[in-house]
């Protein structure tokens, strides 16, 4: 009969924290954050406005279009001309094509900077939500501490009646109690406040309530082999690197194409303002920037975006070798931070609910104290609690392996 009060009590215990309404998993909320979350809108205007800027390499200059007197003396002005020009420079096909292939691989950098983005707000995510759960875990844990100290409680009142229970004790283990609760509304509002990060990530209504799938399991990461080229192939920011470094090769072959000329054409009409015969002139123009003088920027720049492309190449060598060594480190720590974890589960936690149970058993034969069996219980729960931290490392560790390999 005992048994089924505990039951009956945790069970509405458990029913009273289920106020945040539909479950939402991991992934539904990652989706969420793809596709409302205005951080990552703005990347895509960015990238929209890098395509469209591109566009610009393929313009001309303006023509250019002039009128005055030509060749008109000062003494009679009627015998003179009016001239008429016209003039339009042709730019270089190669050099505008040089031009956009730079302009347009601007794009790629801000979509790789929208990737990188993306990666750390699903990190922030993945914690949070992995941190409610645990939340959730250590508040199911209170929840059943609270049934057996309330248990405690009674059972201490009851004895009191009949003077076999001194009262300090029942105030102590009332104090637990209510201590035990206060601790349960703590949890509550961490949970909340996980909800409302959540929320905040997924640009919805901080008002709305949802609630976490807890039935989510850990990955086995530690046993899978990486190598640089995975490492390469998947971390947004080393692709951006990449991006910036095509981007730098773009530009330096633009750079390369100002040695080539441009051609412009001029068309002039000299109208007579006498007997004189109407005139016409047509002149073809071409830039010359293989003048020494003219060359000294256009080689200056070839240079520099060498340099500047072989430090760039040493920084994505720095980022993989840096990832490479984190990940290998991360592998390590999840393997002993699951070693603890099984050891909580299968020897820790239930050697002290054995101690626990020991210890009510003799209380309620009369032979223990009610300090020896509150000290009994808390232990069984700091116990389960502290395999719950070790369960919410575990999971900071997996989030941050996802985080630099970015796995979704």
């Not at 003396?73 to 031009?99: C, H, L, R, V």
Request: contains cysteine.
């Amino acid at each position: 009969m005992k048994n089924n009060k505990r039951i009956l009590l945790f069970i509405f215990c458990v029913c009273a924290i289920q106020t945040f309404g539909q479950v939402l998993t991991i992934d539904s909320v990652l989706s969420r954050i793809e596709s409302n979350n205005p951080m990552l809108k703005m990347y895509d205007e960015q990238i929209n406005a890098a395509n469209n800027y591109s566009e610009m390499a393929k313009s001309w200059m303006p023509p250019t279009f002039s009128t005055g007197p030509w060749q008109a003396p000062y003494k009679n002005f009627s015998d003179g001309m009016w001239m008429i020009t016209g003039e339009q420079m042709i730019p270089n096909p190669s050099k505008q094509k040089a031009n956009y292939q730079f302009m347009q691989s601007m794009a790629s950098i801000e979509q790789q900077g929208k990737a990188a983005k993306k990666n750390e707000m699903f990190a922030m995510a993945k914690t949070n939500y992995y941190e409610w759960i645990v939340l959730q875990k250590k508040y199911y844990v209170l929840m059943q501490t609270d049934s057996l100290l309330n248990y405690i409680v009674q059972v201490a009142q009851n004895r009191f009646t009949f003077n076999k229970e001194k009262l300090n004790n029942i105030y102590k283990s009332q104090a637990d109690l209510f201590e035990l609760r206060n601790m349960e509304a703590m949890l509550v509002g961490d949970m909340k406040m996980k909800n409302i990060e959540l929320n905040t990530l997924m640009n919805i209504d901080k008002s709305y309530e949802f609630d976490v799938d807890t039935s989510f399991k850990s990955c086995d990461y530690e046993l899978q082999l990486i190598d640089t080229f995975l490492i390469t192939t998947t971390r947004s920011d080393i692709k951006q690197v990449d991006a910036n470094i095509g981007l730098l090769k773009f530009q330096q072959q633009y750079e390369k194409s100002k040695r080539l000329p441009d051609f412009g054409i001029s068309l002039s009409h000299m109208q007579s303002l006498s007997m004189m015969p109407n005139q016409y002139s047509a002149m073809g123009m071409m830039t010359i920037p293989i003048a020494p003088w003219a060359t000294k920027e256009y080689k200056s720049n070839i240079k520099g975006l060498n340099n500047t492309l072989n430090a760039i190449g040493y920084q994505k060598q720095s980022l993989v070798n840096e990832t490479a060594g984190k990940i290998a480190s991360l592998q390590t720590q999840m393997k002993y931070s699951k070693q603890q974890l099984t050891n909580y589960t299968n020897l820790i936690i239930p050697t002290y609910f054995k101690s626990y149970e020991t210890s009510m058993l003799a209380y309620e034969q009369n032979t223990e104290d009610l300090f020896v069996v509150l000290d009994a219980l808390k232990m069984h729960r700091m116990a389960k609690m502290n395999e719950l931290d070790q369960l919410n490392v575990l999971f900071k560790l997996q989030v941050e392996y996802e985080k630099e390999l970015e796995i979704r």
